[in-house]
């Protein structure tokens, strides 16, 4: 990123680093990736550490390490999403309604949301921790930050194929 495109990587960049390696259970390798950093991990890549922890059954060290930033008093933010575009940045929160295109991108992922159900699509409600009835933990599901962002991307491109989003 640095020699490439003059970017110096900011805490938002390892925290999709640590989601990737989270992601493909290489959880060990996040860990050594928090370790080496050379700034304070903030509690956003403790929070992405620990939800691949939950995702894939390995909660032993990283409940260790969220008790540890308790006592610390760190609080925990709600989970975002963000691209950068054209020289913006733009965020997508769970139930955030305060885009100028809320109501088209929540449309949108209504529909994509009826297509993948369609061809047999059973979300996962067992990952979801709050306690509600399993119809809303499937919507806080659907409504994921990252399921609204790529709905805000499919909405600006509209007639680009699958294969093509890569390049966005």
């Known amino acids: 990123m640095s020699k ?27 860990i050594q990736l928090i370790k080496s950093l050379p700034m304070n991990v903030d509690a956003l890549v403790w929070r992405t550490l620990l939800g691949a922890c939950r995702v894939h059954g390995s909660t032993g060290g990283g409940s260790k390490d969220q008790k540890r930033h308790e006592r610390k008093e760190v609080v925990k933010e709600a989970g975002c999403s963000w691209i950068e575009a054209e020289n913006s940045v ?31 699509y059973v979300p996962n409600t067992d990952l979801v921790l709050h306690e509600v009835e399993d119809e809303q933990k499937e919507q806080y599901l659907f409504q994921h930050s990252e399921k609204l962002l790529w709905a805000m991307v499919l909405l600006a491109h509209p007639n680009k194929s699958p294969s093509e989003y890569s390049k966005i």
């Open 4 to 30: 490439n495109h003059g970017i110096t990587p900011r805490m938002e960049h390892y925290a999709c680093m640590v989601d990737l390696l989270g992601r493909s259970n290489s959880l060990e390798k996040a």
């Open 90 to 120: 733009q965020k997508f929160y769970v139930g955030n309604t305060k885009n100028p295109k809320a109501k088209e991108i929540y449309e949108k992922l209504d529909k994509v949301a009826l297509k993948i159900k369609e061809i047999g």
